[in-house]
T-cell receptor, first 113, second 115 residues
């Protein structure tokens, strides 16, 4: 089955700097790659997603890149702000076949003012 | 947008008792729901896939006799933790995929504490 590896587990940046979180997946059939932000005790919130027919997607300060050949995808947050501090998870699924969403281990991002 | 309602949001139960958690899709039909468990400072681990009208598919290492899943209608899936023990204390959360390719919708989660 699918296995998603996420790095780093913790990331500390200064306000205004960029943050990059990387994930690799094992199942070449995976075609949907969402990123979630989760606050303590809350449900995951989708911040951006990408499908396998696209190499990059951007939404304001957030971007995701996908390399299907290497089976890795990354989250890029620019101009970080203290309110970006949270735990971020990547995930992967074969969306149109069963659709089990498998999560990475998570990254705790801390943005210092 | 698509909403999944999960209840209860938190529950405390005594060791040896059973607890039922419900997830309802409010504005769409969910033929499939996914159940996750999340321990503190860990990731969401998929426990099982719930299929309407058929048996659930459990992930390796998940005891199907302990975590009973029922998906009797297109809008309701339930997870029952039977004979709960303190090590079952965790955050349980369900998810579904609304039609139209709009990704996954999550319930608000249930914090289970077994004392």
């Amino acid at each position: 089955g699918e296995n998603v590896e996420q790095h780093p587990s913790t990331l500390s940046v200064q306000e205004g700097d960029s943050a990059v979180i990387k994930c690799t997946y094992s199942d070449s059939a995976s075609n949907y790659f969402p990123w979630y932000k989760q606050e303590l005790g809350k449900r995951p919130q989708l911040i951006i997603d990408i499908r396998s027919n696209v190499g990059e997607k951007k939404d304001q300060r957030i971007a995701v890149t996908l390399n299907k050949t290497a089976k890795h995808f990354s989250l890029h947050i620019t101009e970080t702000q203290p309110e970006d501090s949270a735990v971020y998870f990547c995930a992967a699924s074969v969306y149109n076949q069963g659709g089990k969403l498998i999560f990475g281990q998570g990254t705790e991002l801390s943005v210092k003012p | 947008g698509a909403v999944v309602s999960q209840h209860p949001s938190w529950v405390i139960c005594k060791s040896g008792t059973s607890v039922k958690i419900e997830c309802r899709s409010l504005d769409f039909q969910a033929t499939t729901m996914f159940w996750y468990r999340q321990f503190p400072k860990q990731s969401l681990m998929l426990m099982a896939t719930s299929n309407e009208g058929s048996k659930a598919t459990y992930e390796q290492g998940v005891e199907k006799d302990k975590f009973l899943i029922n998906h009797a209608s297109l809008t309701l899936s339930t997870l029952t933790v039977t004979s709960a023990h303190p090590e079952d204390s965790s955050f349980y959360i369900c998810s579904a995929r609304p039609t139209g390719g709009a990704g996954y919708t999550f319930g608000s989660g249930t914090r289970l504490t077994v004392v």
